[in-house]
T-cell receptor, first 113, second 112 residues
Framework: GAGVSQSPSNKVTEKGKDVELRCDPI?????LYWYRQSLGQGLEFLIY????????KSGLPSDRFSAERTGGSVSTLTIQRTQQEDSAVYLC???????????FGAGTRLSVL | GENVEQHPSTLSVQEGDSAVIKCTYS??????FPWYKQELGKGPQLIID?????GEKKDQRIAVTLNKTAKHFSLHITETQPEDSAVYFC???????????FGAGTTVTVRA
């Protein structure tokens, strides 16, 4: 079946603008995760969803970052008033249940000019 | 929280030779250790994982070893091929946990 799908694949924005990044998890996967990958670094955990609830938002870097998930499926990561340091690849993953293998999407490359 | 360190950051090997990547972790409660391979423009893909009740696991040309006492684990790729060229990430978490802590990655280049 289809894997994790993320859109857009690339996003270029100006400093101060808001952006929305979308993730379509694998059908039936209840757990969804967002990570950030900065150039030359490993993946940094941002937030985890179980169903539509986000029990752990501890990885969100600032209050400019928020995320939601609807219908136990699609998730949107929103970054308000983008800054240059927000430039990174944002990866989404899903798993059947919490603790199962995480399957990653190809990511959204965000460039803030 | 968990801190995972990964070495080396880059690795160049001749086709047919072996490649070894090493990771250490800090949280003794961690007991799940996956390895991901990321090719250019793609998301990370799980290639092998190991849990703490096992010391070694092998899948064709790929093997992972775990030393819980020393808190380190390693990825071994034998008979390397050009298609093994990619960035490899190790990670650690507690079993049934959701938060994977990743190493910084190793860029492996296999020279033909």
């Amino acid at each position: 079946g289809a894997g994790v799908s993320q859109s857009p694949s690339n996003k270029v924005t100006e400093k101060g603008k808001d952006v929305e990044l979308r993730c379509d998890p694998i059908s039936g996967h209840t757990a969804l995760y967002w990570y950030r990958q900065s150039l030359g670094q490993g993946l940094e955990f941002l937030i985890y969803f179980q169903g539509n609830s986000a029990p752990d938002k501890s990885g969100l870097p600032s209050d400019r970052f928020s995320a939601e998930r609807t219908g136990g499926s699609v998730s949107t990561l929103t970054i308000q008033r983008t800054q240059q340091e927000d430039s990174a690849v944002y990866l989404c993953a899903s798993s059947p249940l919490k603790g199962d293998i995480q399957y990653f999407g190809a990511g959204t490359r965000l460039s803030v000019l | 929280g968990e801190n995972v360190e990964q070495h080396p950051s880059t690795l160049s090997v001749q086709e047919g030779d072996s490649a070894v990547i090493k990771c250490t972790y800090s949280d003794s409660a961690s007991n799940y250790f996956p390895w991901y391979k990321q090719e250019l423009g793609k998301g990370p893909q799980l290639i092998i994982d190991i849990r703490s009740n096992v010391g070694e696991k092998k899948d064709q040309r790929i093997a992972v070893t775990l030393n819980k006492t020393a808190k380190h684990f390693s990825l071994h790729i034998t008979e390397t091929q050009p298609e093994d060229s990619a960035v490899y990430f190790c990670a650690a978490s507690e079993s049934n946990d959701y938060k994977l802590s990743f190493g910084a990655g190793t860029t492996v280049t296999v020279r033909a």
